[in-house]
Every structure is written in C-alpha cells, then in structure tokens.
C-alpha cells in the first residue's frame, strides 16, 4: 500500500463550471496505482467541486443559472459584504455543493462513469488562482 | 493494511430514495475489516447519495418533495433539454446532495448513527441501472 | 501506512455554525503522520458539516439565515413532524450540506486553505450532544 500527494493549480477567469477530469487523469496515470482511493480536495470557500455531465455543455449553463437564481447576488440579502457582492453568493454555492470528492479507483483509472467529469465550479466573478489537493492511496 | 472494490447495482423504478443499507453492511462484514474507512461513489449524474434518517418514511416523502419544489421539472426554465424535461432537474438535484460518501469503520461495521441510512436517490422518472462503487481500506 | 480513529462529542447549544478545526487539528497533530487523508463523519441526520470561511462571523450568520429561508419551519409544508417542527427542516438542510468530509494531510497537517474553518452545522433548536468520527490514514 502506498500514497502520493499533488497539487493542481487552476486560474479561472470568471464564475462556472472548469473541467479538470483530464488534469486529475494524466496525474493519477503517472502514478501507477491499479487499485485505490482518489481524493479530491478544493482549498477554497468561494470555489467548489463537482461531477457532472460533460456530454452537453447546456447542462453547466443551466447549472450556473441555477445557483445564481437561488443564491443571488442581492447585497440587500446579506450581511457579509466587504469582500464585495459577489463573495457571500460564493459562499453559500459552495456550501451547497463539495469541497472534497473521493473516488475509487479501479484498474488503474478513477471510476468515473461514462458521463461524469470533475468540474471546479468558479463563484467568483474575477479571476481566481484556485489549489485542488489530489491524494491517492492504493496499491 | 488491506483494500478492496466491488460494484453494487440497483435497478430503480422511478424517482425517489431507496435504502441501501443493508446491500453496504453486507459487503461490509464479508470483508472482515476491523477498523477502516469506506467510500461510497455513485457512477451517475442523474442520481445520487445521501445519508438520512431511516425510521420515519415520512422523511423521504418530504425529501422528494421538496427537491422536486426547488429543482422543478419546467422545461422553460433550463437550457437542456434533450435527454427529457426530468433529466436537467436530475443533474441539480445530484449537485445539491452526494456522489461521495465515506464512512470510518470501527470494530467491522461503518460507522453509521443510530438513525442514519445509506441512501441511492433516483431522480429520473424511468426505470435505470445504477452502479455504486464501494472501497474499503483498513485492516 | 498506518491508521487511526477518534470521536469528538460536541455538546451543542441551539442551530447555528460551530467552529471545530481546533479540535480537530489538535488531534491529528497527537497521531504524527506526515501525509495522509483525514475523513470527518457526522453521525447525525439532522446536525451536518460543513467547511466555511473562518475569517468574518457574519459569513456564518449569513449561511445560518439562507439555510432558515430555503428550508424554512413550515409544519404545513411537511408530512413529517413528530419530532418538532425544526426536524424536517434540519433532515433537509443536512441533505444540502456534508455528512462526510476529507483532507489531505500535508507535512503532518490538514491541508485546509487560508480561510478555512471546517464547522460543524446544528440544525436543531434545542442542544443536542453530537458526534463526529475522525479517520486518519498516512505515514
């Protein structure tokens, strides 16, 4: 049984959804584990992870339409506002999704299913240097 | 310090929670793992995992219903459409519950709370084939 | 590789958000492993973690006041309420947010970004003694 440590550096631009399935892929590739656990974690408060359908890209529209309707960005709603409007929004969308995933791993890959991709879901609206911490253990 | 996979998959009817309990403890003792950690990983992103409470089914009625409230079917309000007007619906409600879970195992059995459930939430209205994948480190 | 286990009992006043890194992080420190993954398990269904920024309190104020709003205490929109009208409502908020939580372990720590804070979220009105498993696995 071993385990391995990586940090992925990610610069978003504005809010949604950023693929980074290829990214976790060719890490978790390099380190010839055939059987084991991956896990993802999100370093931040105002970015989160998710899986999602990365067939029709309409389905992270209709996402970040979605958290944007039940989350707004209504200074009037909220009593934290000095990091700006859009940071207590980004709080709460991440309190509604994940800071940390955890995925088998099997024959050598993490087992996604046939329409799942790991997204980074960016809530802030300026760019952002976001850390994922990518952990693996197995043998 | 040992590991080990297996795939559970449970047809579903229809929208709703199915326990799956039962199906995970089993797995569970026939690994003989004294003391661990078990993930649970859901292969889908039109349903998903939750851990809830298992003795009033009156719980899950409420659960359904008030997901299906906040993430209603109403084709005008989303983009995609193309997979059915329960499909998009079901991609929200994966992103506001699990498609992760782990659970410490202590003295061969995880560590659920008395009340706590392990639960497969089906969000499409047809019957589907879902794959759960479980992993089990320990020893 | 080897692993360790811990509950900490938090005795809980009303709902609200309740910082628990400090614990948490005076435990792995006693443990010593360098690199690893640290999962956090909330054995209740109506209490739920949550990692939040640990920086400004109104930022939890916030949370606490959008949680009360999307999952309000309605008894008239709920089936369930033999356990108090604040039941249903803490068995959906636990549904929105986390039952289990992992991080990496960097150089004997927890990998929690700067701001933070990892919470567990009482949902129940009355004080409750709840708790939360800790798993740690490294070397």
Known sequence: ????LH????ETKTRGLIEITREVLRWTATESVASGLLTIYCRHTSASLLIQEN???DVQTD??????????EDPERYVHGIEGPDDMPAHIRTAL????LSIPVIDGKPALGTWQGIYLFEHRAKPHRREIVLHLIGD
């Not at 999704?97 to 940390?100: D, E, G, P």
């Open 63 to 72: 996402l970040q339409n979605y958290f944007e309707e039940i989350a707004p």
């Open 55 to 57: 067939a029709d890209p």
């Open 1 to 4: 049984m071993r385990q391995s």
């Open 97 to 100: 999704t994940q800071t940390s």
């Open 7 to 10: 940090t992925l550096t990610i």
